[in-house]
């Protein structure tokens, strides 16, 4: 299943490529961009490794990731990255994540990259519940999530360490027939 391409009236969903290694740094490298992520702000060589492992991922078989650049339809710039791995632990289960650039904070395109996310899941893949975590501190992140439908359900304690500190994840998820299917 490669390519795969996702639009919205806002938002291009498309293929990781060699080529956007900047980009992915641009998001990966940033401390506001990543607080609230699992992981410390990237270096080059660490985002180069990242986006070679998703661009070679994208063509096994069976293909089990799919990671994706968020595109700006009206610029054409990658402004955020997203992922959707299946979930070994659960038949027809997978996770998401997404981080976006700062500078295109709250103007929906969280809500955006998420319901295209999910357009993947459940049309292309045919996913029964696809599910992300997030810091509890990330208030927008919680928000994102709700309003495309994703239920709250509940705290992992001590999901990530983080900084030399043990962090929670909450919990949201949505099942295929709670998915309404609209992008924007």
Known sequence: MYPISRSSARLN??????????????IYGS??????LSFE????????????????AATDLPRTEFAFAV?????????GFAR???????????????ALRPDVWGVGYGVGTVRLLLSVGFGDLN????WGARSPHNEASAKTMTSVGMVEEGTIREHVLKAGKWRDSVVHAILDREWTGGLD
């Open 13 to 26: 969903l498309r293929e990781l490529t060699i080529e956007d290694v900047d980009a992915v740094l641009a």
């Open 31 to 36: 401390p506001e961009a990543t607080e609230h």
């Open 41 to 56: 702000p990237r270096t080059r060589e660490q985002v180069e490794q990242i986006v070679a492992r998703s661009v070679a």
């Open 71 to 79: 595109v700006e339809r009206e610029t054409d710039q990658l402004i």
């Open 84 to 98: 959707l791995a299946l979930d070994p632990h659960q038949q027809r289960g997978a996770t998401i994540g997404f």
């Open 127 to 130: 996913l029964h519940r696809i």
